[in-house]
């Protein structure tokens, strides 16, 4: 499960700040009482750049918008808290990509950063609007040390289209970065850092097994890695049972600038979403087009879902009226032979 709630808005005071903080802390804590986390998420180098994200979480309103910051385009995806929405994963018009993901085990708590400190939420959504690299995000970041808010562990995945990525972690003394070695980087739910070197069956924690699976399926089609084996990384990784199941799957195309949706593990019906036109419309699986623009008030699931249902209904009675035409032509046929 991932957070942001410094994506959703800019506060000015204090106590707007703290009043945020404390609300999504109170969710955390049902959140986590409940046993649930997950969320995956990778970056792969191979004949095409490409992205992904599973975003697992309980039932609640899933929004995909597209806003204008300071590096251009971003788009965004994000769910309903309650009073806001939290973004959790994004990337902007120049094809970097971040995911901010649930992080177990917590450290570097802090209840208010010093001058030298930054909640690593923070890094997350403000890499996005500011930022054009991941190199960029590195000197944004500078000699700050990242920390947590109490109950809020988080730890966010970079990407960028010129090959360099990274998971970045508030380590118990220091930030921790750990840099793609390879071709790919996959990020869970585990400490990233606290891996590294290791074998990939030593690897334990928190998402361990999604990350193997994970690891085995890009390692294995890595020479031709395309958007459909990204897809299929997410249906192998996605949650199906459980409180925190799958809402939404995204795969991101940082050269075209372009992100496929598939919502609640339905990967059958695929739309795309545009940096350039600032769009979404159906890609694939669907009877009819549609096309709908995408600004900073965003587009909810449900109402891409409505499309798709009904879509699929309407291709039943097409195809139950096509079948009827054709029985009562042979039914027709059949009573003008009859002597």
């Not at 890695?225 to 990384?233: K, L, M, P």
Request: charged share 20%; aromatic share 12%; net charge negative.
């Amino acid at each position: 499960m991932v957070f942001s709630t410094y994506a959703s808005f800019r506060y000015t005071g204090a106590m707007k700040r703290y009043v945020v903080l404390l609300s999504v802390c109170l969710i955390l804590v049902g959140i986590i009482v409940e046993g649930g986390l997950a969320c995956t998420s990778f970056a792969v180098y191979s004949s095409k750049t490409l992205y992904g994200m599973n975003f697992d979480y309980p039932p609640n309103e899933i929004r995909f918008s597209i806003e204008e910051h300071e590096a251009g385009a971003v788009f965004i995806g994000s769910f309903w808290m309650g009073e806001h929405y939290g973004r959790t994963v994004g990337m902007n018009e120049h094809g970097l990509f971040s995911s901010d993901q649930m992080v177990f085990p917590l450290r570097a708590d802090v209840e208010e950063p010093a001058e030298d400190e930054v909640y690593i939420w923070d890094a997350f959504y403000s890499g996005l609007q500011e930022c054009t690299a991941v190199d960029e995000v590195v000197d944004w970041i500078g000699d700050r040390r990242l920390v947590q808010y109490p109950t809020l562990p988080l730890h966010n995945l970079y990407a960028d289209p010129g090959g360099n990525a990274m998971v970045v972690e508030a380590g118990a003394s220091a930030n921790v970065i750990t840099e793609i070695n390879g071709p790919f980087l996959i990020m869970t739910n585990f400490h990233n850092g606290d891996f590294q070197g290791m074998e990939l069956g030593d690897i334990r924690g928190d998402g361990a097994g999604r990350y193997r699976t994970a690891y085995a399926y890009i390692d294995e089609h890595l020479e031709d890695f395309n958007i459909d084996h990204a897809f299929e990384v997410l249906r192998q990784t996605a949650q199906t049972s459980g409180d925190f199941k799958t809402r939404y799957s995204l795969v991101f195309d940082p050269e075209a600038r372009e992100v496929y949706i598939a919502l609640e593990r339905d990967y059958d019906h695929i739309w795309r979403a545009s940096l350039d036109t600032r769009t979404i419309e159906t890609f694939a699986g669907f009877t009819q087009g549609k096309i709908l623009p995408l600004d900073d008030e965003g587009v909810v699931a449900p109402m891409l879902q409505a499309f798709a249902a009904e879509k699929t209904d309407r291709g039943w009675i097409l195809s139950l009226l096509i079948l009827g035409g054709i029985l009562a032509i042979a039914a027709i046929m059949l009573l003008l032979r009859a002597p």
